[in-house]
């Protein structure tokens, strides 16, 4: 086989011209979806992190529970039971004047990634906040420091650092689990590939899509290699 052969093969120019614009759309639709839903999960995950290492048993009890549901049950189930299950009740959606919200296939996606990974988020956080040595805060206690400031400026710093490489593994994770908002409709990098494959019946589409996430996670994977090198390089 000629190397002219193997290219068509493997890039086809026509399918190129055909769906190069979309995969480039498809790539900028999961790209924001994640990133916005993983920010609103790191905000969430926060306050959840917090509620389970508060002295109140109810927050304790409320936040335990939610990261039990989120973590022990799969992403799709909770992307249907959002649009599917609490979309079939447009009359009372429609009372609230929250119909907008969960008819849209987009606003349920991103709601089920938030709800999703900020019960993954919330455990690297409470794990990180644990990982910070009592001394620290005995030694803030002993210079007069307020619970908000010792939090602020001496222990949440460090506990990102330590959060920094499990948080990127969440992120990567998240990027490749977006993949299933092609099944609600969202044309994001997987559905474009999906309406490609079912016009062209070329496999090289799929080759394509699976090449383009091994991209994004790379950059993200050095990206976060970079960011924690140099939040870290004091310890070096």
């Known amino acids: 086989m000629s190397l002219a052969e193997l290219q068509e093969l493997f890039l086809s120019p026509e399918l190129l011209e055909r769906y190069g614009p979309r995969f480039i759309d498809g790539l900028l639709v999961t790209g924001k979806l994640v990133a916005i839903s993983f920010t609103l999960g790191a905000v969430l995950g926060m306050l959840l992190a917090l509620a389970r290492l508060s002295n109140s048993?109810?927050?304790r009890h409320f936040s335990g529970a939610y990261v039990y549901f989120f973590r022990g049950s799969p992403l799709l189930a909770q992307l249907?039971?959002?649009?599917?299950?609490?979309g079939s009740f447009k009359s009372f959606w429609q009372d609230v004047?929250?119909?907008?919200?969960?008819?849209?296939?987009?606003?349920?996606t991103l709601l089920a990634f938030t709800l999703n990974t900020a019960a993954y988020?919330?455990?690297?956080f409470r794990s990180s906040l644990l990982a910070i040595a009592q001394g620290q805060r005995e030694a803030s206690s002993a210079l007069s420091l307020s619970r908000w400031t010792t939090f602020r400026k001496v222990?949440?710093?460090?506990?990102?650092l330590v959060a920094v490489g499990p948080l990127g593994n969440e992120l990567i994770l998240m990027i490749k689990a977006s993949a299933i908002a092609s099944?609600?409709?969202?044309?994001?990098?997987m559905g474009v590939t999906k309406l490609a494959f079912s016009r062209s019946f070329d496999f090289q589409i799929y080759l394509w899509a699976a090449v383009l996430y091994?991209?994004?996670?790379?950059?993200?994977?050095?990206?976060?290699?970079?960011?924690?090198?140099r939040l870290g390089r004091h310890l070096n």
């Open 57 to 59: 048993r109810v927050l």
């Open 80 to 86: 249907f039971m959002l649009y599917y299950g609490l």
């Open 97 to 108: 004047g929250l119909w907008w919200f969960f008819r849209d296939a987009w606003f349920c």
């Open 121 to 124: 988020q919330a455990e690297i």
């Open 155 to 160: 222990i949440l710093p460090q506990s990102l």
């Open 183 to 189: 099944l609600v409709t969202i044309y994001d990098l």
């Open 214 to 229: 091994l991209l994004i996670v790379e950059v993200v994977r050095r990206s976060l290699k970079l960011i924690e090198g």
